[in-house]
């Protein structure tokens, strides 16, 4: 008896012909196929079509392709369009998407990069086509803006956190708060004092310019350094994203890591949010201030935020022990003494004292006023305004939206960090990180839209245009 070798079947499977077609390889539940049945990509061609010359050159790659493949890579988060490329080389359902047959060659990982550079680098197309798919949305009656959720989220630099230099660089005022510096000046001017700003220099400071230094990247200048609490400081940038209570992405902003969500806030609510006519704005505790509950309580809108713990040390002589007399624009002591309004800081602090003389032989004197002359009790200009945002977080309507909180928009950013690359950034530099944002938060809409309709009917007439 002797071993017969079986005869191996997998050279035959390799050559063999069959008649097949692109999409039967594609199995009809992929995310692919639901997402090119809800949408359909033409009006990317009305969108990019004056970026490039109709009639001088070599022809262009069809640009629904070259967006397609960012799609793609944000959509199953990879590392790169390298990387993507490389996928849809050897993907059938990355191929059927991008409607590249078999036995076409793939467009070349650089193709993105070279049109950004000659193309879109100073356009707003991003910004379009993320708008587009938003409107669109909307047109199907699925956004409710009525409450509308907003959050910052850090993600990584493309930076070495040892290439640094340090910069001192000019404390810039905002509009916002230049109104409240009028407001403080008004304020001193009533009580005597002189003024802490300028008005002819548009609201500066009257003494010297005030400068901070600050940790500059020498790799990627837009970034920020991040620094909270125990976290490693790394550079990074800060998105603040705008969604409704069922997670539709509404609209974003890239800023420096270094730049704090409460700084990042007011622009981005008069430019994005305040469109869309909001009844509620609901957002983190670091945006409680009252620059902010200000802006947006004089709207008309409810703002709602969570608890905040005070900050300091907390003592039995503390400002919850003095009483605010709203009448007389006073606090009121555990004794009874008034303490009256005499100065306001630059941060719109203002400060309520009385003198040691004038406690007299009260006898909370040495636990109240310790080794100091004075007691100072402080509360902000737009104290009003916060007071009235924590009254709503205690109403039963505020509890029940602030618990839709985890499903919007901290859902958002869960999904886009564990799936689609928001975790890490590849791309250097502010505007280039904005722009291609706008894509990654339209990949979160459409693949949302995508799965949505699947569910709803097998006929699509949904479909955007």
């Not at 300028?198 to 230094?213: A, F, I, M, P, Q």
């Not at 940038?237 to 704090?260: E, F, R």
């Not at 009448?327 to 100065?343: G, H, R, S």
């Amino acid at each position: 008896m002797y071993y017969e070798k079986p005869k191996s079947q997998i050279n035959c499977d390799r050559n063999q012909i069959e008649m097949i077609c692109l999409d039967q390889l594609v199995p009809e539940n992929h995310l692919v196929k639901k997402i090119e049945e809800a949408i359909n990509f033409e009006f990317i061609h009305n969108l990019t079509k004056e970026y490039y010359c109709l009639d001088n050159g070599r022809p262009c790659l069809d640009t629904i392709i070259l967006f397609k493949l960012v799609l793609l890579n944000f959509l199953f988060g990879k590392n790169s369009i390298r990387a993507t490329v490389e996928e849809a080389s050897v993907n059938t359902a990355y191929r059927w998407f991008l409607g590249i047959s078999l036995t076409e060659k793939v467009p070349n990982y650089s193709t993105f990069s070279q049109n950004y550079i000659r193309r879109y680098k100073d356009t707003e197309v991003f910004k379009k086509i993320f708008t587009r798919i938003v409107t669109q949305i909307i047109e199907l009656d699925l956004v409710d803006p009525s409450v509308i959720f907003i959050d910052g989220t850090h993600i990584k630099a493309s930076a070495n956190k040892h290439k640094t230099v340090k910069k001192e660089v000019k404390i810039v005022f905002d509009k916002y708060q230049k109104e409240m510096n009028q407001e403080i000046d008004e304020f001193r001017e009533l009580n005597g004092r002189d003024k802490w700003h300028d008005d002819d220099n548009d609201g500066e400071r009257k003494s010297n310019e005030e400068t901070k230094v600050i940790t500059k990247s020498t790799v990627d200048d837009g970034c920020g350094m991040f620094v909270k609490g125990e976290h490693e400081h790394v550079f990074a940038y800060v998105d603040q994203v705008a969604c409704d209570k069922s997670g539709w992405i509404l609209g974003h902003s890239t800023n420096p890591g270094n730049m704090h969500d409460s700084k990042a806030f007011l622009p981005f609510f008069e430019d994005v949010v305040l469109p869309y006519h909001p009844l509620v704005v609901c957002a983190d505790a670091g945006y409680l201030t009252g620059l902010i509950a200000k802006n947006v309580q004089y709207q008309g809108i409810k703002f709602l935020t969570p608890y905040m713990a005070p900050k300091g040390i907390r003592t039995t002589m503390g400002k919850k022990q003095f009483q605010y007399q709203m009448e007389i624009d006073a606090y009121l002591c555990p004794n009874k003494k008034i303490l009256e309004p005499m100065n306001i800081t630059k941060d719109g602090y203002i400060q309520y004292s009385i003198t040691k003389k004038e406690c007299g032989e009260c006898p909370l004197k040495k636990q109240c006023l310790k080794k100091y002359n004075v007691k100072t009790i402080t509360r902000h200009l737009y104290s009003d305004c916060v007071e009235v945002a924590r009254e709503y977080r205690l109403s039963e309507e505020g509890k029940e939206i602030y618990k839709l909180r985890k499903e919007s928009i901290e859902r958002i950013f869960a999904q886009g960090k564990e799936n689609h690359g928001l975790r890490f950034t590849r791309f250097r530099g502010l505007k280039k990180n904005g722009y291609l944002r706008y894509l990654l938060y339209a990949c979160l809409n459409i693949k949302k839209l995508a799965l949505l309709l699947s569910k709803r009917t097998n006929n699509y007439d949904y479909q955007i245009a």
